[in-house]
């Protein structure tokens, strides 16, 4: 008989642990707090099944002019590491660091890339003290997004270090998806001449990419989505479609599209359709991830410097 009860016992205390240690699982995943969905989608591939990530600014969100929530400022107090993108992207955060009594550690994800500085041209005509700005995006250049992804892994592995192997595993085969990614954007952009490496977007919000690809990239707006442009910023931004020969223009989905339909209509330039700039689309939408940004974006581009071939 008492062997019996033991069994049962032996076999109550191993459901207890099993249940226990199930749920410790679950309890003792990292709880990351993503700026942004760019870095969220990041933090997933390096992260995997050991991390809980939440996203401040989700799918189709525009970070420039997001206003943190007393939920926002709960989830970054509860959280193990928050990852930000840094140059100035995120003006919201310190407050938000503040508010919520969050003491862990930081990721600039973007730390070690080489920073874009611009002044717009308004200022230059306005004869505007001289002091260029970072241009925050980036991630818009698919080598910055492979320092990103080292910049995440190693902020998991400090504050996991059981999972620094598990990380260091999940960073090279993203990283390798990355590398093949890049070559085949190169490759797309090799096959159009030169002279049609021309766009136009609603923000400024692909320097890196143009930087990185060849591409010279106008916008009607600043790096910013916060100031509206003028009419004459607009007049200016015609009148260079029509006098450099440029045939397609773009809307972002973080940009209110009437404004480029307006300067496509005035321009006679067509509508080249939507990039995803700032912040990734919804599940089942054109561009759910990162990699699938890059493969959205680069497909429409490239489909309109064609037509204009
Ligand atoms: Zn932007």
């Known amino acids: 008989m008492m062997p019996c009860i033991t069994r049962i016992l032996v076999l109550f205390l191993a459901l207890c642990l099993a249940g226990s240690a199930t749920e410790a699982r679950a309890e003792n995943k990292v709880k990351v707090i993503a700026s942004f969905s760019i870095l969220g989608d990041m933090v997933k591939n390096v992260g995997g099944d050991r991390v809980a990530v939440t996203t401040l600014v989700g799918p189709n969100g525009d970070a420039h002019v997001y206003q943190p929530t007393p939920a ?40 070690g890339i080489k920073p874009r500085e611009m ?36 902020g998991l592995s400090s504050v996991d270090p059981a999972g620094a192997a598990i990380y ?36 400024d919000a692909l320097g890196y990419f143009g930087a990185a690809y060849g591409i010279t990239i106008l916008s009607s707006m600043g790096v910013s989505t916060e100031s509206e442009p003028s009419a004459g910023d607009i007049a200016r931004l015609i009148k260079q479609i029509r006098g450099e020969k440029i045939t397609a223009v773009f809307i972002e989905n973080v940009t209110d599209p009437r404004l480029m339909e307006q300067v496509a209509k005035e321009s006679g330039a067509t509508l080249g359709g939507e990039l995803y700039s700032d912040a990734l689309s919804n599940p ?10 890059f493969k959205n974006n680069v497909t429409k581009i490239v489909a309109a410097m064609r037509k204009g071939l």
């Open 119 to 154: 002044t717009t041209e308004e200022e230059e005509e306005h004869g505007a003290k001289h002091e260029p700005k970072i241009d925050p995006h980036a991630w818009q250049n698919l080598s910055n997004g492979r320092i990103y992804v080292e910049n995440i892994a190693k």
């Open 168 to 203: 260091k595993a999940n960073t090279d085969a993203y990283e390798a998806k990355l590398a093949d990614l890049d070559q085949w954007v190169k490759a797309e952009f090799a096959a159009i001449p030169e002279a049609k490496h021309r766009m136009i977007t609603s923000h």
């Open 284 to 293: 089942g939408e054109a561009a759910p991830t990162y990699i699938d940004m």
């Open 72 to 111: 926002a400022a709960k989830a970054v107090g509860g959280a193990n590491l928050v990852v930000v993108n840094g140059l100035g992207f995120e003006g919201w955060m310190d407050r938000l660091i503040q508010t919520s009594g969050y003491k862990g550690p930081i990721v600039v994800a973007s730390r």
